[in-house]
């Protein structure tokens, strides 16, 4: 079965600083990763997808994620953090082939300082 | 509607009740999921639907919680004799339908069990 852990519960950045959220995943199969995003009081929504194309993956509002398969990894980042990029990120994960249901990770809640 | 609309948005119950949350998704979407979050412990899935069927209801943490969809469109979250730790946001989803495409989220009913 699939699963996701996502390290780091809170990241606290700088604005203008780098931003990095960690997302490692476990699968038998390949798999579809996602990151979604839920900016507050607002509902969840798609930030990014890898579905077995590129490896680097291009989403909303500057942030990329690259999958490393030898890694299991499928972290996202942003080069520059604005204001607006506080919010709590969530990593996800379903099977190609394997069940329907897509896993998420328990999320991070990125702050940003002025 | 143009989205994923969920009802009641807030829920007050007494421990021991019985409750019904509501899902309407995305017209068209056939793939329809619920899940729960807590604090802290991000989004725990529950049930999935294709269609009328669910294939995956692996996440239902007892059989105090059913669910159905009928139709292939609403669908009802029902939690028998509630208890104070079914406190959560429960959130429905939607997509057309193949596990790489994205789900479109509601905002959720807050269930609060007293």
């Known amino acids: 079965a699939q699963s996701v852990t996502q390290l780091g519960s809170h990241v606290s950045v700088s604005e203008g600083a780098l931003v990095l959220l960690r997302c490692n995943y476990s699968?038998?199969?390949?798999?579809?990763l996602f990151w979604y995003v839920q900016y507050p009081n607002q509902g969840l929504q798609l930030l990014l997808k890898?579905?077995?194309?590129?490896?680097l993956v291009k989403g909303i509002n500057g942030f990329e994620a690259e999958f490393k398969k030898s890694e299991t990894s499928f972290h996202l980042t942003k080069p520059s953090a604005h204001m607006s990029d506080a919010a709590e990120y969530f990593c996800?994960?379903?099977?190609?082939?394997?069940?329907?249901?897509?896993?998420f990770g328990k999320g991070t809640k990125l702050t940003v300082n002025p | 509607g143009a989205g994923v609309s969920q009802s009641p948005s807030n829920k007050v119950t007494e421990k021991g009740k019985d409750v019904e949350l509501r899902c309407d998704p995305i017209?068209?979407?056939?793939?329809l999921y619920w899940y729960r979050q807590s604090l802290g412990q991000g989004l725990e899935f529950l049930i999935y639907?294709?269609?009328?069927?669910?294939?995956?209801k692996s996440g239902l943490p007892s059989d105090r919680f059913s669910a159905e969809r009928t139709g292939g469109s609403v669908s009802t979250l029902t939690i028998q004799r509630t208890q104070q730790e079914d406190s959560a946001v429960y959130l429905c989803?939607?997509?057309?339908?193949?596990?790489?495409?994205?789900?479109?989220f509601g905002s959720g009913t807050q269930l609060s069990v007293l």
């Open positions: 989803a939607s997509s057309r339908g193949d596990r790489n495409e994205k789900l479109f």
């Open positions: 699968s038998s199969v390949p798999p579809y």
């Open positions: 890898y579905t077995s194309a590129a490896t």
């Open positions: 996800a994960v379903s099977e190609q082939g394997g069940s329907e249901k897509l896993v």
């Open positions: 017209s068209g979407h056939t793939a």
């Open positions: 639907f294709q269609g009328n069927s669910a294939p995956d």
